[in-house]
């Protein structure tokens, strides 16, 4: 067999028995594929150092059938332990148990542990340490304070010595509080209620509630020699009541009304009297107390013309005027009292009987005139009259009695008493000043027996026999 050169046709093949025509393009173009991807995967072969795992993978995936069906409940399997876990609370400690450690992997099996423990009867200082919290106790400081656990304790509600009470001492309503180390008195929008304190037995029942204190305790008459108190029952009583009076401590009589007169008393001197409530089971009110004073041997006597008294500037919720009143027949110049600004007025109309008013309540001897125009004032007699602030507001202002704020006009009459009153938080009145004009004064001015206001000054007026 001959082969003749190559040629851009291909290669002529001369055999003894056929001719065969071939083109190598093909050939060369798989020869050059195969080269390349051999040159590949000899840059990509790795040497495995755990070629026994993966052999014994190969033959263990090659002998065995795996059912993936059973996956799925296997993971149910698992998932459900997940959520039955649980820890011991209370597992306890062997340590504390008084159990060597040889024995711990024994426990299991043994019939009974020793776990008593007898604490010692003493201890020696070196077991004690001292800190903040902690030190030493002397054999005296043991003496002290076991001393101190066999005495015998006793206190009750009346040994309170540190209540801080107020000036005008505890009044129907009152409430205690304790607040830094101390007791005191608070108050409450109520209508009224008993406060007392008394010593009282845990184990005795209480079968009955103390009757409420009468409101409004009020003295509207007073003389050289007697005084009449009046007041009204607590609204929020609803049974029959008796009243007791008391001048002091001594009980001077009983009445169902609700004033009474006591007589027999001294010209010029204060007393305290005090009005306790009795209801049907005999239980009494801790008692409402007001302090009075009789006339003394004169009284102011204004003329008109140029006397009248002067008030400087106060403030109060009511105004009481003990007086006698003597205004002109059918004259409009008959003035009991006008403030400088804040227009309170009272004054005669045209008859000389009837009053017109301004700016303020009116009470006649305790009795509400409703009229704004013809309230009643009884003329040449005794009468308490009581001015109040329009719908319990409180009254600021500079005033003249027995005349016009400029003076120009004045009413004749008698001036026994000036008394200013304050609403205390449950909207009683509480006397907080009060001028007696029935003890002569060396000056032109009265002072407040309370020393709460500033005196009221005299302008012209004398002091007659009473």
Not at 86 to 103: E, M, V
């Amino acid at each position: 067999m001959a082969v003749n050169e190559s040629s851009k046709n291909g290669k002529i093949v001369i055999n003894d028995m056929d001719i065969v025509v071939y083109d190598d393009s093909g050939i060369q173009t798989q020869i050059d594929q195969h080269q390349s991807r051999l040159n590949e995967l000899d840059q990509k072969k790795h040497t495995h150092s755990n070629k026994a795992t993966l052999d014994k993978i190969e033959q263990t995936g090659s002998e065995s059938s795996i059912d993936l069906s059973k996956l799925s409940t296997h993971e149910t399997a698992i998932n459900d332990l997940t959520t039955l876990r649980h820890s011991h609370s209370n597992k306890p400690t062997l340590d504390r148990l008084g159990i060597s450690s040889s024995k711990k992997l024994t426990i299991d099996g043994e019939e009974q542990v020793n776990t008593e423990y007898t604490h010692p009867e003493s201890h020696p200082a070196s077991m004690i340490t001292e800190d903040e919290g902690h030190r030493f106790v002397t054999d005296v400081e043991k003496v002290y304070w076991n001393s101190k656990a066999d005495a015998d304790h006793s206190h009750s509600l009346s040994d309170l010595l540190d209540i801080e009470l107020t000036p005008n001492q505890l009044t129907d309503g009152d409430i205690l509080v304790y607040s830094q180390d101390k007791w005191t008195t608070g108050k409450q929008n109520v209508g009224g209620g008993s406060l007392r304190l008394e010593d009282y037995s845990i184990d005795e029942p209480i079968r009955y509630v103390i009757p409420l204190d009468v409101i409004e305790l009020q003295a509207i008459n007073s003389t050289k020699n007697s005084i009449t108190l009046t007041w009204k029952p607590n609204f929020r009583t609803k049974d029959s009541l008796e009243y007791l009076v008391f001048v002091g401590e001594t009980l001077v009589g009983t009445t169902t009304e609700t004033s009474f007169e006591i007589t027999q008393l001294t010209s010029s001197t204060e007393y305290s009297f005090r009005v306790v409530t009795r209801n049907g089971n005999s239980q009494e009110s801790n008692g409402r107390t007001i302090v009075s004073k009789t006339q003394g041997d004169v009284v102011l006597s204004l003329r008109g013309g140029s006397d009248y008294v002067e008030t400087p500037k106060i403030t109060f919720d009511a105004m009481e005027i003990q007086c006698s009143l003597n205004p002109k027949v059918n004259s409009w110049s008959n003035y009991l009292i006008e403030g400088a600004t804040s227009g309170v007025q009272i004054y005669t109309q045209h008859n000389g009987a009837s009053y017109r008013r301004s700016g303020c309540g009116l009470y006649v001897n305790g009795r509400y005139e409703a009229s704004t125009s013809y309230a009643v004032i009884p003329s040449g007699q005794f009468v308490t009259v009581r001015i109040e602030g329009v719908n319990e507001t409180g009254i600021t202002d500079r005033f003249n009695l027995f005349a016009s704020k400029n003076n120009t006009t004045t009413m004749q009459g008698l001036l026994y008493r000036v008394r200013l009153y304050a609403r205390n938080g449950r909207g009683d009145l509480i006397l907080k000043s009060d001028f007696d004009f029935t003890n002569e004064s060396t000056n032109n001015y009265v002072t407040d027996i309370l020393n709460n206001s500033p005196a009221l000054i005299i302008h012209g007026s004398s002091f007659i026999e009473n």
